[in-house]
């Protein structure tokens, strides 16, 4: 029983979904059945990344079938964490649904879609098989393409058939990239494959191999110039089923590089972390800042900023230390929780409002003075300002950088932070500060609606204040998974066994590898 415990942050919300598709008339219940079960998988992944401090990895093989002729599902440091923010940003999302989607929109299975959704990312994570991450990607995309479809109006019709179409490509590639490893070394097990690769003659077909799956993966991630889908896509679509993509969706893509990057294609670091993926990262955080600072509109503003802030979670891969990894981490985990935080926050600005054009609002903070000051905590926060933790995971990252000798990447990503701060400062002053008059009638009239809207997005921006003031906890479980993905060997020996790992003793050791 205690190994299959380690299966029910998928099997939970994935039953939870079907069991809702024939309550679609029973609104209630279907809330309070969505709502157990988000919090039953919550308590699962609290106690698993609270046993995996002790245990380091957890297998769970399905059938029986040890790896690597089975599928199995690990859990490490790493996914452990992510699921743990998944969750919490699928809770958060689902209790705003409950007061903004509206009855008409909730018979058609929405609450069923977040479940099938939180069991995909949650297989991605946990997957321990490169094909079966492939399947759980085509999961999330599928789910996802009917979430943001949800309410059928023509600009979600829209944006979501190109969503759905660049992201297809994106699988085509990524087949494509697994049947190339697949030829290579004759396994799909990632800890196979990370075995098989370190014996091959001739790694530079591995390094180009790993190019495609940075492509794959960048469209899913939303690198530059990869990224066009996402700004259009989220500002159209419904506030809680863009929070929930924010906080977990290209989270998946940027957890499937650190995976593939720390573990699989680690034999030519010089070129695929320090050259590719550090360009890439650096051209993410500039262009995704730039566009954020041109945009007049809330929601595509905050969208511009999720490509940003992946810069900064890529470029902590691309210094490939513990110091640069850490960081990282503790930068995909804070902005899990701030960049949903702020969609909701934005999402309930404009039920209170009308709109979500900067020029049409001002005056917010006159009516409603907690909605004004929960979006300037978090905007802070996202800016890198102290308390919040992403000033810690941000003053991480620039140490890692400038140790490791990546003065110019260093100090773009510095530069971008106020960037940052500058677009946080925009929307403060052109939505929330200004005139009581600022606003329309109709807006006044409208504007203590926020009060029924606000309490999820304020609860992410409340934890992502103790995430920031517990910060010696968060850094040392962050240096921790940190360690673990800079030694492969630990996850290799854990999927199969001990002593798997020594043929790495014998061709090229990870401590040669990588940066220690």
């Not at 029973?26 to 106690?47: D, I, K, M, P």
């Not at 196979?192 to 003659?201: R, S």
């Amino acid at each position: 029983m205690r190994e299959h415990f380690v299966f029910l942050p998928v099997l939970i919300p994935l039953l939870t979904g079907v069991v809702l598709l024939p309550l679609r008339r029973r609104l209630v219940l279907q809330r309070v059945v969505a709502a157990l079960s988000l919090f039953s998988v919550l308590y699962v992944v609290a106690a698993l990344t609270v046993r995996l401090r002790g245990e380091g990895i957890i297998v769970y093989e399905l059938g029986g079938w040890p790896a690597p002729f089975g599928i199995v599902m690990a859990v490490d440091l790493l996914s452990a964490l992510l699921m743990l923010m998944g969750v919490v940003t699928a809770a958060a999302s689902l209790f705003f649904a409950f007061r903004s989607i509206g009855p008409r929109k909730e018979r058609y299975f929405f609450y069923s879609l977040i479940m099938f959704l939180v069991a995909s990312v949650n297989g991605a994570l946990m997957t321990g098989d490169i094909f079966n991450l492939y399947v759980f990607f085509e999961l999330i995309l599928i789910s996802s393409y009917l979430l943001f479809t949800h309410g059928g109006r023509a600009g979600q019709l829209k944006e979501s058939f190109k969503f759905l179409l660049i992201n297809s490509v994106s699988s085509a590639f990524l087949l494509l990239a697994i049947a190339g490893l697949y030829a290579l070394t004759g396994t799909l097990n990632m800890a196979d494959l990370a075995v098989k690769v370190a014996l091959l003659p001739d790694k530079r077909i591995v390094a180009a191999v790993g190019m495609v799956f940075v492509f794959a993966f960048g469209v899913k991630a939303a690198l530059v110039p990869l990224f066009f889908w996402l700004p259009r896509t989220y500002a159209e679509v419904s506030t809680a089923a863009a929070a929930l993509s924010a906080g977990v969706g290209t989270k998946v893509g940027v957890y499937a590089l650190y995976r593939m990057f720390t573990l699989i294609f680690v034999h030519h670091v010089d070129y695929t972390h320090k050259a590719v993926l550090m360009v890439l990262a650096v051209l993410t955080m500039v262009i995704g800042v730039l566009g954020a600072i041109a945009q007049m509109d809330f929601k595509r503003l905050l969208s511009f900023h999720i490509v940003s802030q992946i810069g900064y979670m890529i470029f902590g891969l691309a210094v490939m230390s513990v110091a640069g990894l850490a960081g990282g981490l503790m930068h995909i985990m804070f902005n899990m929780i701030i960049k949903p935080a702020l969609f909701l926050i934005a999402g309930a600005t404009e039920e209170a409002t009308g709109t979500t054009d900067l020029r049409k609002m001002s005056g917010v903070i006159h009516y409603a003075p907690a909605l004004a000051f929960t979006f300037l905590l978090g905007g802070l926060g996202l800016a890198g300002v102290p308390p919040m933790s992403g000033f810690i995971s941000k003053v991480t990252l620039f140490q890692a950088g400038f140790a490791g000798g990546h003065w110019w990447a260093a100090g773009a990503a510095v530069v971008v932070s106020f960037f940052t701060l500058f677009s946080m400062i925009k929307i403060f002053r052109l939505v929330y500060w200004g005139p009581k008059d600022g606003l329309t009638e109709g807006q006044r009239r409208t504007l203590p609606a926020w009060r029924r809207f606000v309490a999820p997005g304020a609860a992410l921006v409340a934890f992502g204040l103790v995430m920031g003031l517990g910060g010696a906890y968060l850094v040392d479980y962050a240096d921790a998974a940190a360690r673990w993905l800079m030694n492969p060997a630990l996850y290799i020996e854990g999927v199969l066994g001990p002593g798997a790992a020594d043929v790495l003793l014998l061709t090229e050791t990870v401590s040669e590898v990588m940066q220690p």
